[in-house]
Protein backbone atom coordinates (compact mmCIF):
# COMPACT_ATOMS: atom_id res chain seq x y z
CA UNK A 1 0.00 0.00 0.00
CA UNK A 2 1.49 3.21 -1.38
CA UNK A 3 2.12 5.83 1.85
CA UNK A 4 3.28 8.54 -0.80
CA UNK A 5 1.94 9.30 -3.95
CA UNK A 6 3.75 11.84 -6.19
CA UNK A 7 1.65 12.57 -9.22
CA UNK A 8 2.78 14.97 -12.62
CA UNK A 9 4.77 17.39 -10.18
CA UNK A 10 5.80 20.57 -11.88
CA UNK A 11 8.37 23.17 -10.33
CA UNK A 12 9.33 25.69 -11.40
CA UNK A 13 12.08 28.54 -10.11
CA UNK A 14 10.79 31.43 -12.39
CA UNK A 15 11.66 30.84 -15.83
CA UNK A 16 13.73 27.75 -15.06
CA UNK A 17 11.66 24.46 -14.77
CA UNK A 18 13.03 22.38 -11.68
CA UNK A 19 10.86 19.47 -12.10
CA UNK A 20 9.13 17.61 -14.96
CA UNK A 21 5.98 15.84 -14.60
CA UNK A 22 7.37 13.27 -12.00
CA UNK A 23 5.54 10.33 -10.76
CA UNK A 24 6.59 8.28 -7.89
CA UNK A 25 5.66 6.19 -4.98
CA UNK A 26 6.84 4.70 -1.18
CA UNK A 27 5.00 1.90 -0.18
CA UNK A 28 4.41 1.70 3.38
CA UNK A 29 7.31 -0.83 4.98
CA UNK A 30 9.55 0.60 2.54
CA UNK A 31 12.87 2.76 2.47
CA UNK A 32 12.71 4.28 -1.24
CA UNK A 33 15.66 5.94 -2.84
CA UNK A 34 15.93 8.61 -5.21
CA UNK A 35 19.19 9.14 -6.65
CA UNK A 36 20.72 11.50 -9.48
CA UNK A 37 23.37 14.05 -9.67
CA UNK A 38 23.34 17.25 -8.21
CA UNK A 39 21.32 19.50 -9.90
CA UNK A 40 19.20 16.68 -10.94
CA UNK A 41 15.71 17.95 -8.70
CA UNK A 42 16.27 15.89 -5.78
CA UNK A 43 16.03 18.42 -3.31
CA UNK A 44 13.38 20.24 -5.33
CA UNK A 45 11.67 16.75 -4.99
CA UNK A 46 11.85 17.18 -1.52
CA UNK A 47 10.57 20.80 -0.73
CA UNK A 48 7.46 20.05 -2.77
CA UNK A 49 6.47 16.88 -0.58
CA UNK A 50 6.94 18.93 2.61
CA UNK A 51 4.91 22.08 1.10
CA UNK A 52 8.41 24.62 0.81
CA UNK A 53 8.10 25.07 -2.52
CA UNK A 54 4.56 25.02 -4.69
CA UNK A 55 4.02 22.93 -7.32
CA UNK A 56 2.51 24.89 -10.23
CA UNK A 57 0.84 21.11 -11.32
CA UNK A 58 0.22 17.68 -10.23
CA UNK A 59 -1.37 16.60 -6.50
CA UNK A 60 0.75 14.64 -3.75
CA UNK A 61 -1.25 12.07 -1.35
CA UNK A 62 -0.10 11.10 2.17
CA UNK A 63 -1.42 8.96 4.13
CA UNK A 64 -4.69 8.86 2.06
CA UNK A 65 -4.61 12.97 1.91
CA UNK A 66 -4.47 15.11 -0.44
CA UNK A 67 -1.15 17.48 1.15
CA UNK A 68 -0.29 19.16 -2.36
CA UNK A 69 -2.07 22.67 -0.71
CA UNK A 70 -1.11 21.88 2.92
CA UNK A 71 1.33 23.92 4.84
CA UNK A 72 4.34 22.62 6.09
CA UNK A 73 3.50 22.36 10.08
CA UNK A 74 0.25 20.50 8.89
CA UNK A 75 2.35 17.79 7.17
CA UNK A 76 4.39 17.56 9.48
CA UNK A 77 1.77 17.02 11.68
CA UNK A 78 0.17 14.37 10.26
CA UNK A 79 2.99 12.14 10.37
CA UNK A 80 6.40 13.28 8.04
CA UNK A 81 9.83 14.69 9.41
CA UNK A 82 12.13 15.58 6.59
CA UNK A 83 15.96 15.37 7.50
CA UNK A 84 17.42 18.33 5.33
CA UNK A 85 20.10 18.93 3.40
CA UNK A 86 23.17 20.12 5.73
CA UNK A 87 21.34 19.14 8.87
CA UNK A 88 20.68 22.56 9.34
CA UNK A 89 20.52 21.98 13.50
CA UNK A 90 19.95 25.01 15.94
CA UNK A 91 23.77 25.18 16.29
CA UNK A 92 23.67 27.43 19.69
CA UNK A 93 20.97 25.13 21.33
CA UNK A 94 21.92 22.17 23.46
CA UNK A 95 21.55 18.71 21.95
CA UNK A 96 18.47 18.79 24.32
CA UNK A 97 16.83 21.60 23.01
CA UNK A 98 17.48 20.75 19.75
CA UNK A 99 15.43 17.49 20.32
CA UNK A 100 12.72 19.12 21.89
CA UNK A 101 12.50 21.77 19.06
CA UNK A 102 11.47 18.15 16.88
CA UNK A 103 8.50 17.64 18.95
CA UNK A 104 7.10 21.23 18.95
CA UNK A 105 3.75 20.43 17.93
CA UNK A 106 3.52 17.07 20.71
CA UNK A 107 1.78 18.52 23.51
CA UNK A 108 1.81 15.27 25.97
CA UNK A 109 4.65 15.37 28.18
CA UNK A 110 5.12 11.82 28.49
CA UNK A 111 5.10 10.98 24.71
CA UNK A 112 7.86 13.67 24.66
CA UNK A 113 9.84 11.17 27.23
CA UNK A 114 9.45 8.37 25.52
CA UNK A 115 10.51 9.78 22.20
CA UNK A 116 13.67 11.13 23.65
CA UNK A 117 14.09 7.77 25.46
CA UNK A 118 14.05 6.02 22.18
CA UNK A 119 16.37 8.63 20.25
CA UNK A 120 18.90 8.56 23.11
CA UNK A 121 19.02 4.58 22.45
CA UNK A 122 19.18 4.72 19.13
CA UNK A 123 21.87 7.66 19.66
CA UNK A 124 23.95 7.06 23.02
CA UNK A 125 26.33 9.18 22.18
CA UNK A 126 23.52 12.10 22.07
CA UNK A 127 22.74 11.07 25.20
CA UNK A 128 26.35 11.71 26.90
CA UNK A 129 26.11 15.08 25.08
CA UNK A 130 22.25 15.87 25.84
CA UNK A 131 23.78 19.24 27.31
CA UNK A 132 26.51 20.00 24.68
CA UNK A 133 25.81 23.16 22.35
CA UNK A 134 25.32 21.45 19.29
CA UNK A 135 27.31 23.53 17.23
CA UNK A 136 30.31 21.66 19.10
CA UNK A 137 29.68 18.70 17.83
CA UNK A 138 31.37 16.71 15.26
CA UNK A 139 29.99 16.39 11.40
CA UNK A 140 28.93 12.58 12.24
CA UNK A 141 27.18 13.75 15.88
CA UNK A 142 25.23 16.92 14.22
CA UNK A 143 24.25 14.52 11.33
CA UNK A 144 22.76 12.15 14.06
CA UNK A 145 21.23 15.18 15.68
CA UNK A 146 19.63 15.97 12.75
CA UNK A 147 17.96 12.35 12.46
CA UNK A 148 16.86 11.93 16.02
CA UNK A 149 15.44 15.45 16.17
CA UNK A 150 13.00 14.84 12.97
CA UNK A 151 12.46 10.96 14.64
CA UNK A 152 10.98 12.96 17.78
CA UNK A 153 7.96 13.65 15.59
CA UNK A 154 7.68 10.37 15.68
CA UNK A 155 7.01 10.19 11.45
CA UNK A 156 4.95 7.36 9.50
CA UNK A 157 7.52 8.41 6.91
CA UNK A 158 11.13 9.76 7.24
CA UNK A 159 12.86 11.90 4.29
CA UNK A 160 16.49 12.00 4.49
CA UNK A 161 17.69 14.45 2.06
CA UNK A 162 21.50 13.54 1.53
CA UNK A 163 22.51 12.18 4.96
CA UNK A 164 25.70 11.18 4.04
CA UNK A 165 27.13 14.48 2.96
CA UNK A 166 30.21 16.03 3.97
CA UNK A 167 31.24 12.68 5.90
CA UNK A 168 34.19 10.52 5.92
CA UNK A 169 33.88 6.87 4.81
CA UNK A 170 33.12 5.59 8.24
CA UNK A 171 31.05 7.68 9.57
CA UNK A 172 28.44 7.72 6.42
CA UNK A 173 28.74 3.63 6.76
CA UNK A 174 27.60 4.45 10.66
CA UNK A 175 24.79 6.61 9.50
CA UNK A 176 22.94 4.17 7.07
CA UNK A 177 23.64 1.54 9.20
CA UNK A 178 21.20 3.62 11.49
CA UNK A 179 19.17 4.56 8.84
CA UNK A 180 18.57 0.74 8.81
CA UNK A 181 18.03 0.54 12.30
CA UNK A 182 15.49 2.72 11.76
CA UNK A 183 13.63 1.37 9.13
CA UNK A 184 13.78 -2.30 10.89
CA UNK A 185 11.95 -0.95 14.39
CA UNK A 186 9.23 0.38 11.56
CA UNK A 187 9.22 3.28 9.74
CA UNK A 188 8.81 4.16 6.22
CA UNK A 189 12.25 6.10 4.74
CA UNK A 190 12.06 8.26 1.28
CA UNK A 191 16.14 8.81 1.01
CA UNK A 192 17.33 11.18 -1.43
CA UNK A 193 21.15 10.66 -2.04
CA UNK A 194 24.26 10.93 -4.22
CA UNK A 195 26.08 8.10 -2.94
CA UNK A 196 23.85 6.33 -5.24
CA UNK A 197 25.86 2.93 -4.42
CA UNK A 198 24.99 3.24 -0.39
CA UNK A 199 21.71 3.99 -1.74
CA UNK A 200 21.05 1.33 -3.66
CA UNK A 201 22.95 -1.80 -1.07
CA UNK A 202 19.55 -0.22 1.40
CA UNK A 203 16.87 0.12 -0.71
CA UNK A 204 13.71 -1.48 -1.94
CA UNK A 205 13.12 0.55 -5.00
CA UNK A 206 14.86 3.06 -6.55
CA UNK A 207 14.04 5.92 -8.79
CA UNK A 208 17.18 7.70 -10.72
CA UNK A 209 15.95 11.21 -11.42
CA UNK A 210 17.88 13.55 -14.12
CA UNK A 211 17.40 17.52 -14.85
CA UNK A 212 14.16 17.22 -13.42
CA UNK A 213 12.33 13.74 -15.11
CA UNK A 214 12.96 10.30 -13.83
CA UNK A 215 14.82 7.86 -15.95
CA UNK A 216 14.53 4.75 -14.60
CA UNK A 217 13.32 2.81 -11.93
CA UNK A 218 13.20 -0.53 -10.31
CA UNK A 219 14.29 -2.81 -7.85
CA UNK A 220 17.20 -1.54 -5.86
CA UNK A 221 18.95 -5.07 -6.06
CA UNK A 222 18.48 -4.96 -10.26
CA UNK A 223 19.48 -1.18 -10.60
CA UNK A 224 22.85 -1.91 -8.57
CA UNK A 225 23.21 -4.76 -11.47
CA UNK A 226 22.82 -2.32 -14.16
CA UNK A 227 24.92 -1.30 -16.35
CA UNK A 228 24.26 2.19 -16.92
CA UNK A 229 23.71 2.73 -13.38
CA UNK A 230 27.07 1.90 -12.84
CA UNK A 231 28.38 3.61 -15.59
CA UNK A 232 26.87 6.95 -14.30
CA UNK A 233 26.49 6.71 -10.59
CA UNK A 234 28.78 3.50 -9.40
CA UNK A 235 32.07 4.72 -10.87
CA UNK A 236 32.65 1.03 -12.26
Given at each position: ????????????Y?V?????????K??E??????I?????G?????Q?I???I?????N????????????????????M??????R??????????N?????????D???I???L????????????????I??????????????S????????L??L???S?????????????I?????EAG????????N???A?????????????R??L?????????N??????????
Amino acid sequence: MALLEVHDLNVYYGVIQALKGINFKVNEGEIVALIGANGAGKTSTMQSIVGLIQSKTGNIIFDDKDITKMATHTIVSIGMSQVPEGRRIFQELTVYENLLMGAFLQKDKKKIKEALADVYELFPRLKERKNQIAGTLSGGEQQMLAISRALMNRPKLLMLDEPSMGLSPLLVQEVFGIIKKIHEAGTTILLVEQNAKMALKIADYAYVLETGRIVLEGKASELLKNDDIKKAYLGS
